[in-house]
Each structure stands twice: as structure tokens, then as C-alpha cells.
């Protein structure tokens, strides 16, 4: 067997054979009920039965109506069409003619007919049709003059038709919530790969940028200065390794991250291509929730100020609002706008998006004083949140004190 080269294909296929599989082997599972018609065929072929000609041509008819009312109620489209009414319009008729003729075992052919009527109708409509066919039928059934026969056809009949359906609509939700299901594992498969593209093009993105501004400043070292080119070398290695564990950790789902760390990386990229940083903090800590997503927007903007922005100076400063927002603000004196319009799924738009998913938002535009480039992140912090980063706070300023009380 010839294998499909696309996944979604192949399910689609499997997924079209299962359903047909389904209406096949449903409607067959009607088909058995038919053996309530086994007294007035038992009837007619002991001759019991008046015009018996009659008798004959409505099993076949009932029959051969039933079968195509049943395979086509595991057809959606052709469940609700007019052309399906209209066959199970001419059960009735078949039906309530033989029923009327000669009573007895030909009764049992309403309770058929409201089974197949389960099958097809929903809602108000079947409720009233059901009524409709057991009241008639116990009516019959009645007029002869069997009440027992009358209260066993009106309860079987409506009963029939009532446990059909139920029976029908909770396969089908099933089947919907199956459908469901796989939807959302495909959903949840492609928000993980965007995720995943997104934090790659974060992390290498300014790790590349580290590796190219530090080389070119080890370039114009060497023929001057071995030894500082040395520095840069090393720092060049260093970044390599950190970059290696990010991406382990990105892979790995554990990468967390603060924003005076990766402030003092961007503080290093910065100096090492000769752009003067200044660094604001005022506020209680941040929880970890916020420094992680921050720290992203540091990362990015800091790159993007290396790449595009030809500024000499950058400012960082980070802030707690007293509405409880978190705000990082990143303020350079270039020449302004340093992404294309339309950019999306990465760079700036990237972090919009990631802010966007935890309640922040992220705005960009011109400086205060109308030149360079300002990036400015904000994100709703908690309560709950900044009482837990400040009892984490005090509790690492402890452990510091008491080791150095101990050494």
C-alpha cells in the first residue's frame, strides 16, 4: 500500500471511511426490528389473511421503504431532505392502510413506522408526530376491542420512536466530541510549533547578534590589540554556551528568565558595539511570571536597537505601576521605526502576541522628544503575585546574609 506523504490527508481519509462505516453498520443495526412484522407475514402465508395479494405487496413496500428511510438517516444531507419526508410519508400511508384492514399482528407495523420516524425526525416535530402515531395506533387497537393490545401498541409505539432518537443524537455528539477532540490536538499541535518558532527566533535571533557584534569587534582588535581580542573571543565562546543551554531549556519547555539578567546581557551587546546604556529599576520585584515575558521584550529590543537603529545611547527602566501593572520601557536615540509595517510571527509582533496572551500589551513609536525609537511592555501583576516575589526576595536576601555571617 502506497503511504500518504501528508499526515492531515491520510487522517481525512480515515477519518471519511470511518464515517461511512458508521452509516453503514448503523443502518444495518435497524434492519433485525423488521422481525416485528413476523406475525403478519406468519398470517398471510397460512392464508389467514383476507387479500392476501394486498397483505404481500405491503411487506414488500414496507419493507423496501423502511430500508431506504433507515440507510438514509445516517446521511446527514439526506436525512433532512424533502425526498426522505416524502418516504416516510408513504410508510404512513402504507402502514395506517393495512393497519386499518385487518388490525391484529398488522399493528405491529406502527411501532416500526415510529422507529423508523426516530430515525429521521427531531425536536418538536418528532414529539408530535410520536404522539400522533401512538394515540392512533392504541386507537386501533382499541376499536377492536383489546385494551390490553391498545395500551402495549400506544406505549410501544411511542417509546420506539423516543429511545430511536435518543439513541441516534447521542451517538452523534459523540461523534462530534471526537471531532472535536482531534481539532483541538491539531490546535493545540500548531499554537506549540508558532510557540516554539517564536522563542528560536528570540533566543538566536539576539544570541546572533551578540556573536557577529563581539567577532567584528575581535577583528579590528587583532592587529592592534591580541589581547583584548583574546576578551572578546572568550566572550564569544561564552555566549555560545549560554545560547546552547537557552535552547536546550526552550526545547525543553523550562526556560525561565529575569529581567536583570538578561538587562546585564543587553548591557554588554550594547557597550560591545559602542552604544552608552543608563538602567532605571524602582518598584517592588517583579513576580516571575512577569520578569520571564519581560525579559523576552529586553532581549528584542536590545537586538533590534543593535541591528537597525544606529543609536549611540539606550535606556532601560523598569517600573511598578500603582494600579499593579508592570511596564518595562526601552528608549534609544536613533532613527526611529526599526521593523517593517506588517511584520508578524516574530520580531515585535512576536512579543505583542505573547504579551497579549497573559492580558499586556506592547506599544512602540517615536521618543519622547519625537526621535529614536521607544518599546514600551506592560503587564497586569496580581497582588498575589508581587506579595509572593517580595517574600521570595526577602527570603534569597536571608540566605545571603547568613552565608556570609557563616564564611
Known amino acids: 500500500m502506497r503511504e500518504c506523504e501528508a499526515g492531515d490527508e491520510c487522517e481525512g481519509r480515515r477519518g471519511l471511511r470511518a464515517r461511512f462505516r458508521l452509516r453503514r453498520h448503523g443502518a444495518y443495526a435497524f434492519l433485525p426490528w423488521l422481525i416485528l412484522g413476523a406475525g403478519a407475514l406468519s398470517h398471510l402465508v397460512q392464508g389467514a389473511t383476507p387479500n392476501p395479494w394486498l397483505g404481500g405487496v405491503h411487506l414488500l413496500v414496507f419493507n423496501a421503504l423502511y430500508t431506504a428511510v433507515v440507510f438514509r438517516a445516517f446521511d446527514e444531507l439526506r436525512r433532512t431532505s424533502r425526498s426522505t419526508l416524502y ?25 416500526l413506522l415510529s422507529l423508523a420516524c426516530g430515525t429521521v425526525l427531531r425536536g418538536r416535530r418528532l414529539m408530535v408526530v410520536l404522539a400522533v402515531l401512538s394515540a392512533s395506533g392504541a386507537a386501533i387497537a382499541a376499536w377492536e376491542g383489546d385494551l390490553w393490545n391498545a395500551v402495549s401498541i400506544g406505549y410501544g409505539t411511542y417509546l420506539s420512536g423516543l429511545v430511536t432518537a435518543t439513541i441516534l443524537s447521542l451517538s452523534r455528539t459523540v461523534v462530534e466530541l471526537h471531532r472535536t ?26 544570541t546572533l547578534s551578540v556573536v557577529v557584534v563581539k567577532a567584528e569587534a575581535a577583528r579590528r582588535l587583532v592587529p ?51 552604544i552608552a546604556v543608563w538602567v532605571d529599576r524602582e518598584g517592588p520585584p517583579l513576580p516571575p511570571r512577569a520578569e520571564a515575558l519581560l525579559s523576552w521584550v529586553v532581549r528584542e529590543a536590545a537586538t533590534n536597537v543593535v541591528r537597525h537603529s544606529g543609536a549611540s545611547r539606550c535606556r532601560f527602566a523598569v517600573s511598578m505601576a500603582a494600579d499593579g501593572t508592570a511596564r518595562l520601557r526601552v528608549t534609544d536615540d536613533g532613527r526611529g521605526e526599526q521593523e517593517p509595517d506588517g511584520a508578524t510571527g516574530s520580531g515585535l509582533a512576536g512579543l505583542a502576541e505573547r504579551l497579549g496572551s497573559s492580558g499586556g500589551r506592547l506599544r512602540t513609536g517615536p521618543g519622547p522628544d519625537g526621535r529614536g525609537f521607544t518599546v514600551v511592555a506592560e503587564l497586569p501583576v496580581f497582588p ?18 547568613r552565608t556570609v555571617v557563616g564564611s
Do not use: C, K, N
Open 87 to 111: 418516504l416516510l410519508g408513504a410508510m404512513g400511508v402504507a402502514t395506517y392502510l393495512v393497519a386499518l384492514m385487518y388490525g391484529g399482528s398488522w399493528l405491529m407495523f406502527i411501532p
Open 224 to 274: 592592534h590589540d591580541a589581547e583584548a581580542a583574546g576578551v572578546q573571543m572568550r566572550d564569544i565562546e561564552e555566549v555560545g554556551r549560554h545560547a546552547l543551554t537557552e535552547v536546550r531549556e526552550a526545547v525543553s519547555g523550562y526556560r525561565e528568565e529575569s529581567v536583570g539578567a538578561e538587562i546585564e546581557r543587553a548591557r554588554s551587546l550594547l557597550e560591545t558595539a559602542g
Open 384 to 401: 498575589v503575585d508581587v506579595e509572593e516575589a517580595a517574600a521570595e526576595e526577602r527570603a534569597v536576601g536571608q540566605r545571603e546574609a
Open 181 to 206: 477532540r482531534q481539532e483541538l490536538a491539531r490546535t493545540a499541535v500548531e499554537r506549540e510549533r508558532l510557540r516554539f518558532s517564536r522563542d528560536l527566533h528570540d533566543l538566536l535571533g539576539h
